[in-house]
């Protein structure tokens, strides 16, 4: 149920008084009077007072034992990251030096494999073997004519 | 031991200093940021990571300044940034749950739902509409609201943890009570 004679607005200023003199009376009368003007101003009344309750939190008797192994942990992460850098660039380099000297000595060592003595002989056979076809060719223009 | 002699201790790494300085602002801390989160157990954990970085940074604390503002600035400004945090990582986790378990989410939350209401009395309803209502404030507003009301301090301290002006800091808090209200308002006008 909304009333439709007084803003939220009003109720507002009616509960921080801030209205003359005048409209907190006028206003006062009707929160009395109307139902829902009344509902919403007891919930408010009600909630917003709330912020007055205090619950102040009990301290921690290990908050600093917590904290002060935090800090310890801190340094040594931070200990460890200056140094792992360093470590992994090192061992970066390594391992593709390492990589490229292997590559260059492979090649190296293939290039002085000795060639076989049979080396020639053996292309020379190689290379015959590919004239296989040692038919006489026929003439293209004798391909589709029956021989008599 | 005065503030000033904790913060040269800190800074010569006296851990004895650093102990006395927690102790002494332990409720501080703790209170402040839990009454932004509203939880313990993570205002403990925040309240962790405000006295790291006082050790860590105090070598930025400046000598003239107050200890206490300066803590209230970091508690404020590490509690505001898990919210936001916390924000992307619920958004992201709804987006998943859409994804994988859709049906039987929906059904999970109505049951836990109807439980959820009917377990809550009216004035932890109404603690929840208030949480609710300070929480939809803009960040300056919240952060101005919530040192006042909730933590009670001054509208001096507020402006110097802020760094904001006086006539600032009031407006501020003027307009956050007003949305405050009418978000209370609100709620009970839809019921």
């Keep these: 149920m909304k009333c439709k004679l007084v803003s939220k607005e009003k109720i507002i200023l009616y509960y921080n008084n801030e209205l003359s003199p005048l409209q907190n009376e006028e206003i006062k009368n009707h929160i009395e009077n109307c139902e829902a003007c009344f509902h919403l101003y007891s919930n408010l009344e009600m909630t917003y007072d709330l912020i007055n309750i205090k619950d102040s939190l009990e301290t921690n008797p290990f908050l600093f034992t917590r904290i002060s192994q935090r800090l310890v942990d801190i340094k040594n992460r931070e200990n460890q990251t200056i140094f792992q850098p360093i470590y992994h660039k090192m061992a970066q380099a390594l391992v593709f030096s390492f990589v490229v000297i292997i590559g260059l000595l492979g090649g190296i060592l293939l290039g002085s494999i000795e060639k076989p003595e049979d080396y020639e002989q053996s292309s020379v056979l190689q290379t015959t073997e590919f004239y296989f076809n040692d038919l006489e060719q026929e003439k293209m223009e004798a391909l589709l004519i029956n021989e008599e | ?191």
């Design chain 2, 1 to 191: 031991m005065t503030d000033k002699e904790l913060i040269e201790g800190i800074y010569n790494n006296d851990q004895s200093s650093f102990r006395i300085l927690v102790d002494k602002y332990q409720s501080l801390v703790l209170n402040t940021c839990h009454s932004f989160l509203h939880d313990r157990t993570i205002a403990e954990d925040i309240t962790q990571e405000v006295f790291i970085e006082v050790f860590l940074s105090v070598h930025k604390f400046k000598k003239e300044a107050k200890l206490s503002t300066w803590l209230y600035r970091v508690s404020v400004n590490k509690t505001l940034n898990y919210i936001r945090d916390n924000k992307k990582r619920s958004f992201i986790r709804n987006i998943e749950n859409y994804f994988t378990r859709k049906e039987d989410n929906f059904s999970e939350n109505a049951i836990c739902d109807s439980q959820h209401s009917e377990d809550l009395d009216i004035q932890e309803e109404r603690i929840q509409i208030l949480h609710k209502s300070i929480n939809a404030l803009s960040k300056n507003q919240k952060i101005a609201f919530t040192l006042s009301k909730l933590e009670n301090l001054s509208y001096q301290q507020i402006s110097e943890v802020m760094n904001l002006s006086l006539s600032s800091v009031e407006g501020l808090i003027h307009r956050a009570k007003h949305n405050v209200q009418n978000k209370i308002l609100g709620y009970y006008e839809k019921k």
